[in-house]
């Protein structure tokens, strides 16, 4: 890889990747094995973000409810 090791490491430590992974990926001796690194980190990233976007789904939905009783409270 042509990119300074600094750099990368540093991306991949902003992307949330742990230390053995970023090892791991520095110490790979070929691209199909680094990107086979990045792409399993990108799934667990979607899987993660799916599973956060979930949990806001239940939030907002009780908002919604608790907004709705409190304006139709407020009608009567």
Known sequence: MNINSNSVRQNLIDAG???NEIT???ESSTTREQLLI???ERKRLIDEYHN?????????YLI???KKEKTDA???
């Not at 956060?52 to 907002?60: I, P, R, S, T, V």
């Open 38 to 40: 990045l792409d399993t």
């Open 24 to 26: 791991r990926f520095l």
């Open 74 to 76: 407020d009608k009567r």
């Open 17 to 19: 990747c742990n230390d």
């Open 64 to 66: 919604y409810q608790l």
């Open 52 to 60: 956060y976007a979930k949990k806001l789904d239940c939030l907002d």
